[in-house]
Nanobody, 124 residues
Framework: QLQFVESGGGLVRPGGSLRLSCEPS????????IGWFRQAPGKEHEGVSC????????YYPDSVKGRFTISRDNAKNTVYLQMNNLQPEDTAVYYC?????????????????WGQGTQVTVSS
């Protein structure tokens, strides 16, 4: 069972920034496509970014495009989610997830392994 540790969440004011990190436990990330998802109370998981293992292609939904950036540092075996201009509607628990070596997607059911999540709260 693959495991991750997500970190970097917290409380931030509207317009602020956070950088989330996703670090695996006991395996290397470069083989896997990685997605970041979020879940707000009472809502389903929403994909906010992904990066493909094969060519590093990235995808974002319109709700975060231009504000969020996913990146991977294979030397540090870590995937990051840089989140800028955060808004109250971005408040959620954020999860990273891994899928096999195929093009990434923003669909939660395409992912096999999930982290425990980190809380992001945007409030004044």
């Amino acid at each position: 069972q693959l495991q991750f540790v997500e970190s970097g969440g917290g409380l931030v004011r509207p317009g602020g920034s956070l950088r989330l990190s996703c670090e695996p436990s006991g395996f290397t990330l470069d083989y896997y496509s990685i997605g970041w998802f979020r879940q707000a109370p009472g809502k389903e998981h929403e994909g906010v970014s992904c990066i493909s293992s094969s060519d590093g292609s990235t995808y974002y939904p319109d709700s975060v495009k231009g504000r969020f950036t996913i990146s991977r540092d294979n030397a540090k075996n870590t995937v990051y989610l840089q989140m800028n201009n955060l808004q109250p509607e971005d408040t959620a628990v954020y999860y990273c997830a891994a899928a096999g070596p195929r093009p990434c997607s923003l669909r939660p059911h395409d992912y096999d392994y999930w982290g425990q999540g980190t809380q992001v709260t945007v409030s004044s």
